[in-house]
């Protein structure tokens, strides 16, 4: 591993955390507005996120400190949309269509999970399975699924979940980090930062269907 390319993991994953504002722009604008209007805001967000990556990408136009964050990102993304648009658009689903409390927890997984799968796997990895095409660690894998366990455990007793106590809140965390980890080891075809906290947040919502029924 070159010591350059980890630091620059590290900025990008810095990066990454930065955007859970857009859960704090939700939060805001539904205490104040409500929750439809809350996802307006953001699907405005998304509009914009998109547009300038079309500036980017079809115009080769560059904003000059937009221009210095792209340095972080990886080479597969020079030529095509951004995680942050993909995050953004995943945030925007799973409150639109899970419990708010599913929705965040399934949002800090895939922002916390996978900061810890990428950073172990890149300074400890050493077991890389072939069936997960010799790229994704065990080792990052395993502390990507602890990390889940310890943000659903964190939010989701501190959030509650109406309807259930804290004793079964178990299964739901469970169910949401199991999903988190498998999708980030078994789809690497599409953007993690989409299907991770949708899927998750799936797994999640029907355990919490299942046990409150």
Known sequence: M???SYHKEIIRKVIHVSVLGYLAVYFIFAAWLGHRA????LAGLLLIAVFLEYL???LKLNIPLLK???NFRRRSEADRLGAEVYFLLGVLISLAMFDTAV???AVLMAVFGDMAAAL?????GRIRPKVFGGEKS????????LVNFAVGILYLRTAGLEGLGGHMLWPVVVAMALTASVVELTIPRINDNLTIPVLSGCAGQLTVMLLSG
């Open 2 to 4: 070159v010591a350059g």
């Open 38 to 41: 809350a996802l307006l805001m």
């Open 56 to 58: 980017r990408l079809k």
């Open 68 to 70: 210095y964050l792209y």
């Open 103 to 105: 929705a965040v927890a």
């Open 120 to 124: 172990v796997g890149m300074k400890l």
């Open 138 to 145: 065990l080792e990052g894998a395993s502390a990507g699924l």
